[in-house]
């Protein structure tokens, strides 16, 4: 075994959100009046923390965006948390890994609570010895600060662990936490941006994951 604990991101890594996200991220635009032409260039909201997406994808100023993300969650609770499936293979993964051995733990940037609810729903919440996510306030967002948490509150030997996500920011966040990346291709990120970001390993899909971590 060559990594005894593994955090798993959720949004393009364990789940395909992109149909709640983008259901979501257009209403919150329609609410500044900007219609949604392309409705598949909304992708790049799948992973990276909204606030940080309204401002960068569409030049919203700081306040602006905290407004987008608050009308954002207002169809997340309602409708949003709910549409999202399971990539074909994950379950197999989680469980193969859990027999194994491994210590299965989850960082995401979506906020806790709601990630707490999705797995649950999925019924795959008993799987990880810990689920960790964002805050809803300023207290904890960025995906270094979420995989911070998570390691600090599981007392996670680092030389051991292992960050699987779909995008950049799980790649540099694990870096600078001081622990090992392994990027995901099935997810929303493509290979380059992955490489550029210096993931340590790159899984097609995740029976690739689990030849990472065995």
Known sequence: MKFNTVLFDLDGTLTDSFPGIADCVEYALSRFGINVENRASLSVFVGPPLLYSFKKFYGFS?????????????LFRESGIYNNTLYDGVVKLLSSLKESGVKLLVATSKPEVFARRILARHEIDGLFGFIGGATLTDGRTSKEQVIDYVIKSCGTDKSSALMVG??????????????KAAGVLYGYGSR??????????????????KNIIL
Do not use: M
Request: include cysteine; proline fraction near 2%; glycine fraction near 6%.
């Open 192 to 209: 380059e941006e992955l490489e550029f970001a210096g993931a340590d390993f790159i899984a097609e899909t995740p029976e690739d994951i």
């Open 166 to 179: 779909d995008r950049e920011h799980d790649i540099t966040g694990a870096h600078l936490c001081g622990i």
């Open 62 to 74: 700081e306040s602006d965006a905290r407004r987008a993300v608050e009308y954002y969650r207002e």
